[in-house]
């Protein structure tokens, strides 16, 4: 059980960090060649948790840096020093593990680590993918995956210090959420006051959270899967959504080899048949889905609209259809935040027909490798320019893979109702805007509410408007998952 730490009656920001970071130790690699979030109860021994170890990423560069440095980037609005750094960090997570096929961050916890095993259970062996026998005995003994999400697919990862620190202060937790906010709202918290800390200090660099997404294609066969060419109408059907089935260019791979790279074979993209380009398999990171693994694709995994099925739907069906032994889960996209600032660094990659493109990938360094220099790159270290002006202009920085299908409206505060689409978005606006409050008693919702979403422009953390009754979730919509 995860006890919830005392709460201060002093309205302010609540440090929700914790000694306890030996529950997530980060560690280059155990002599045992396993991690456990705690000892080991019960199941006899039969719980086996053999794996490969969790591994922090290595310092690359700028990574990581201190607040000043990236401060001082932001109030210049240097875009070259930020883009620099944000190459350095996908190096940093991308690189190469004592298995060569297995990369920094495929060692993280996931959010079914975090939000739904007890923590006595021990390490979730990796990958997600894998369903491991041994959770059979825990599932018969102990109920800890009655709920069985994300089986298959990272929803998200978590450093080892963002994990142990969400864990061990039971931000992971319904109730601890819910007596913050009930805490802020008996002291009459200022508004800017009304938030929590994943980290024991307003920073943590080594606290990282990401978000990838993968694309499903068949084992056997050529298939083609379209990819970004930018918003216009002559790369898309649907400039307001311009949703992966909607794209006009596509590629194809032939994990067969029999359709040469370079050459062209017809096949179906999108609905239509045509002679595409054949890129190599190896220009994306990707593996094949063993029978275990297709067996226990979650069903968080295909219901969560963030991997692509048949078709390039994110619909139940469309996945489900292409989760099969043999077939190949390449990885199109991913969010990336650290929290070398308060209001964290974001970063969004997402892969590239042209991975020289002059704004989102010519800058890439040589330090960048493999499939991961197939990968173009924005970032969004400030929600306006000029940087902190709230009538500053926005940045608009989203994910072609993640934002494209997002829409909806949110009313100022002067009653004005704007509408937004997700190719306006800025992740650190978006991310802003992460809180929390428990629904009232008796409603057939959810157990908790959250505010309107806004796309971009500039948030104040003090706005009555948007956060009056909330507990702002140090940007993590994540946590929005407590149990």
């Not at 649907?238 to 062209?264: F, M, Y």
């Amino acid at each position: 059980m995860i006890t919830p730490v005392a709460l201060s009656s002093t309205p302010r920001s609540i440090d929700m960090s914790h000694p306890a970071r030996r529950v997530f130790r980060a560690t280059r690699r155990s002599s045992l060649g396993y991690l456990v979030f705690a000892s080991l109860m019960g199941c006899g021994g039969e719980l086996d948790l053999r794996g490969p170890a969790y591994v922090d990423p290595a310092a690359v560069g700028t990574y990581p840096a201190d607040p000043e440095t990236v401060q001082g980037w932001i109030d210049s609005a240097d875009r070259r020093s930020i883009r620099a750094h944000a190459w350095d960090i996908w190096a940093a997570i991308t690189a190469p593990t004592d298995d060569p096929a297995l990369p920094v961050w495929q060692t993280w916890y996931s959010g079914h680590e975090l939000f739904e095993m007890e923590a006595e259970v021990g390490r979730r062996q990796f990958p997600d993918f894998e369903r491991p026998h041994q959770f059979t005995h825990s599932e018969q003994r102990r109920g800890v995956m009655a709920d069985p999400a994300e089986r298959a697919a990272a929803f998200n990862r978590y450093s080892a210090s963002l994990a142990a620190n969400i864990r061990a202060t039971g931000l992971n937790s319904a109730d601890t959420l819910n007596a913050v906010n009930a805490r802020f709202d008996a002291t009459n918290a200022p508004v800017a006051g009304r938030a929590v800390s994943t980290s024991r200090g307003r920073i943590d660099a080594s606290q990282i959270v990401l978000k990838p997404v993968f694309q499903l294609i068949s084992g056997a066969e050529p298939t083609g899967i379209p990819y970004w060419a930018g918003n216009s109408a002559g790369t898309t059907t649907d400039t307001l959504n311009p949703e992966p089935h909607t794209w006009k260019q596509c590629v194809a791979i032939d994990p067969t080899g029999a359709a040469a790279p370079g050459s062209r074979v017809q096949v179906t993209c999108n609905g239509a048949l045509a002679r595409i380009p054949v890129v190599p398999v190896e220009y994306f990171y990707h593996f094949t889905l063993s029978a275990t693994q297709a067996e226990a694709f979650s069903t968080f995994a295909i219901g969560s609209s963030d991997d692509i099925g048949r078709g390039n739907f994110t619909d139940s069906s469309a996945v489900r259809a292409l989760i099969q032994e043999g077939n190949i889960a390449l990885l199109v996209a991913m969010h990336v935040a650290t929290k070398e600032i308060e209001n964290w660094t974001w970063q969004t990659f997402w892969w590239a027909r042209d991975p020289e493109d002059p704004t989102y990938g010519a800058d890439r360094p040589s330090t960048v490798s493999g499939p991961w220099a197939h990968y173009n790159m924005n970032t969004a270290y400030y929600m306006v320019e000029p940087p902190g002006d709230r009538a500053g202009a926005a940045v608009v920085s989203f994910n072609p893979y993640l934002e494209t299908n997002l829409r909806g409206t949110y009313t100022t505060e002067s009653g004005r109702v704007v509408s937004w689409t997700g190719v306006s978005s800025n992740c650190m606006t978006c991310h802003r805007v992460a809180a929390w409050k428990p629904n009232p008693s008796g409603s057939s919702q959810p157990n908790h509410l959250t505010p309107r979403y806004r796309d971009n422009g500039f948030i104040d953390p003090a706005d009555a408007n948007i956060f009056g009754s909330f507990t702002k979730l140090d940007f993590l919509w994540s946590l929005t998952r407590a149990q």
